[in-house]
């Protein structure tokens, strides 16, 4: 059993039944040029999350933990799109329409994929969501239970629009959740405390906060077990 430092108290997990979740990180979000910059927001805020997220995924795949990754978007047909959520904040150029890297949350467009920094391995699960909860409408249920999976790493953004619905989401659904704050990251400096904080109050109402070198101290420990191991049992056949 793997121990994190973590708020409100150490967060545990075995890595055969934990799985990273990186939630909405897409370059209409996260990237300069994009949707969410086109909005006014500064991307640097959201930028500052790459980094140790990319420290995490590889430091996951090299330990043999599940990663999966998530896109907010739509139909090409906008069929999935409420009315609702197209109409909100009176935008001129808004869900759908013509942006500055294509139709703006558009499955298929180049401003909907994962930002090249992120991008998915082959066989790594990439989860399509129309709604802020990576649980709604999508199969993301299905995918952890058919994999034993109980346990979520979560990095992405908006730390207190998505990543919060879906951890949310996942607490609901009797999973627990370790989030990492350097991970998650919000275009509001006030949201991104305040979401944090609320995860971990009452003793871990939604879950759990950590920070990702203490977590990458972890999986760099596992991973480097699972290679000596591995060396040793070769050593062993030959
Ligand atoms: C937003 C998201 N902020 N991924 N989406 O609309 O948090």
């Not at 790493?153 to 659904?173: I, Q």
Request: aromatic share 6%.
């Amino acid at each position: 059993m793997a121990r994190v430092r973590a708020e409100p108290y150490v967060f545990r997990f075995e890595a055969s039944s934990v799985a990273l979740l990186i939630i909405d990180m897409q370059r209409d979000f996260v990237d300069p040029g994009g949707f969410g910059e086109a909005l006014g927001n500064d991307v640097s805020l959201l930028r500052a999350a790459v980094s140790p997220t990319k420290r995490l995924l590889e430091a996951a795949r090299k330990a043999g933990i599940l990663v999966i990754h998530t896109r907010e978007g739509h139909r090409r047909d906008l069929a999935d799109l409420p009315p609702t959520k197209k109409a909100r904040g009176r935008l001129k150029t808004g869900i759908g329409d013509p942006g500055p890297m294509g139709r703006i949350l558009v499955r298929g467009e180049h401003g909907h994929d994962i930002i090249d920094e992120l991008r998915p391995m082959a066989g790594e699960p990439v989860v399509d969501k129309p709604g802020k909860g990576a649980f709604y409408a999508t199969d993301l249920d299905a995918i952890l239970k058919s994999r034993g999976i109980g346990q979520l790493l979560v990095c992405g953004v908006t730390t207190e629009v998505c990543v919060t619905t879906t951890v949310r989401e996942a607490n609901d659904r009797g999973y627990d959740c370790l989030v990492l704050a350097d991970c998650v990251a919000s275009y509001f400096p006030e949201f991104q405390r305040s979401a944090l904080e609320m995860i971990k109050a009452q003793g871990g109402i939604f879950g759990w906060v950590g920070m990702s070198a203490d977590l990458l101290a972890v999986l760099e420990a596992k991973a480097r077990k699972t290679k000596n191991s591995n060396v040793t049992a070769k050593r062993a056949a030959a």
